[in-house]
């Protein structure tokens, strides 16, 4: 039995978590130069997340927001491949998509349970990701209202439930093709850190020395949609190009998959001796942190103050 994860991404509505959802399974369903992919458990959901990323590339509009009721439960199988071995499971994860109301708006009585449902989710989550809007963080830089709502009332709401837990906490900037031409990833920490909520979460998490990462992603790409004066986003007609959005997964799989791993290599270096025919020229673990390794350092900056 493999182990399953929890990972779940805490996002207003209108962040960005759905079609990161489709974007990362796009991106990581194939084998490729990454050195693991994912795979969707159920062939129906499988369909559902391709649907979802075609109508994202070629429909006018964007996918509809998520209703209260469609809290859905995505379980990916994470696996890794090696030149010499065949592909290796290496852990399960599970993954929600679900109305970002559900986090930050006054419920009817009906949608109350679902609303405890997600919240036991989020109390047994194994890592959580908070998705910033990036759109937002730009509004709130220019000084416009609708920015300073989002600091004052739906940060502090995912803020507060990350202070709950001692589990891995990252920070994701979504719509980062909107944002990289007005602003760096340095001067929005910066904007961030005078969140009092934020400094105090980032200050307690670095003194109990475990880094918080600000990774901005893009979950299309540039030059895929352009935001309007009005504030919508309209496409272009490219092609969307996923940027960074593996790197939250690269983060905390590894600290979470690293047991399972040790315990191949043990298996793979005992195949070694008995088996002197088999030359491989990077060992497992080697190719992993090589690969998590070396796509983590660059480009992710750790927030320490
Ligand atoms: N430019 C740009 N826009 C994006 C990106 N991701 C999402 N958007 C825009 O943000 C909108 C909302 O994205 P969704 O993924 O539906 O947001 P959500 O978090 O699932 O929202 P709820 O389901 O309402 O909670 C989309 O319709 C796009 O207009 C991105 O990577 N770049
Ligand atoms: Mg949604």
């Known amino acids: 039995?493999?182990?399953t994860y929890t990972v779940i991404m805490l996002g207003q509505r209108g962040s960005g978590k759905t079609v990161y959802l489709a974007s990362l399974y796009k991106k990581l369903s194939t084998q490729g130069e990454l050195g693991f992919f994912l795979e969707v458990n159920s062939a129906e959901k499988r369909k559902k997340l391709k649907n979802i990323y075609t109508q994202l590339t070629v429909e006018e509009d964007?996918?509809?927001?998520?209703?209260?009721?469609?809290?859905?439960?995505?379980?990916?199988?994470?696996?890794?491949?090696?030149?010499?071995?065949?592909?290796?499971?290496?852990c399960q994860f599970t993954y929600f998509d679900y109305a970002g109301g559900l986090?930050?708006?006054?419920?009817?009585?009906?949608?109350?349970?679902i609303d405890n449902e997600l919240e036991d989710k989020i109390n047994n989550a194994d890592a959580l990701v908070a998705l910033l809007d990036g759109q937002r963080i730009c509004e709130l830089i220019r000084g416009q209202k609708s920015g300073l709502i989002w600091s004052i009332k739906d940060l502090p709401i995912i803020l507060t439930i990350m202070q709950k837990t001692d589990k891995p906490i990252h920070f994701v900037i979504s719509k980062w093709d909107i944002v990289k031409d007005h602003y760096?990833?340095?001067?929005?920490?910066g904007r961030l850190l005078e969140i009092e909520e934020f400094n105090n979460l980032v200050k307690l998490r670095t003194q109990q020395k475990t880094p918080v990462r600000l990774i901005p992603v893009?979950?299309?790409?540039?030059?895929?949609?352009?935001?309007?004066?009005?504030?919508s986003m309209k496409k272009t007609g490219n092609l969307p190009k996923p940027y960074q959005v593996e790197m939250p997964l690269a983060c905390i799989l590894p600290?979470?998959?690293?047991?399972?791993?040790?315990?191949?290599?043990?298996?793979?270096?005992?195949?070694?001796?008995e088996n002197i025919s088999?030359?491989?020229?990077?060992?497992?673990?080697?190719?992993?942190?090589?690969?998590?390794g070396s796509t983590i350092k660059g480009v992710i900056e750790t927030v320490n103050d």
């Not at 760096?184 to 920490?189: A, D, N, P, S, W």
């Not at 600290?255 to 001796?273: A, G, P, W």
């Not at 088999?278 to 998590?292: D, I, M, Y």
């Open 1 to 3: 039995m493999l182990n």
């Open 62 to 90: 964007w996918p509809e927001g998520t209703q209260v009721q469609d809290l859905s439960e995505w379980t990916f199988t994470c696996k890794v491949q090696t030149p010499e071995l065949p592909i290796y499971s290496a």
């Open 103 to 113: 986090l930050t708006d006054e419920l009817e009585d009906d949608d109350e349970n």
């Open 184 to 189: 760096t990833l340095e001067e929005i920490r």
């Open 218 to 231: 893009s979950s299309v790409g540039m030059g895929f949609a352009e935001l309007q004066s009005d504030g």
């Open 255 to 273: 600290d979470m998959i690293k047991k399972t791993l040790e315990e191949l290599i043990r298996k793979k270096e005992q195949e070694k001796q």
């Open 278 to 292: 088999v030359q491989p020229n990077l060992s497992f673990w080697e190719r992993l942190t090589g690969f998590f």
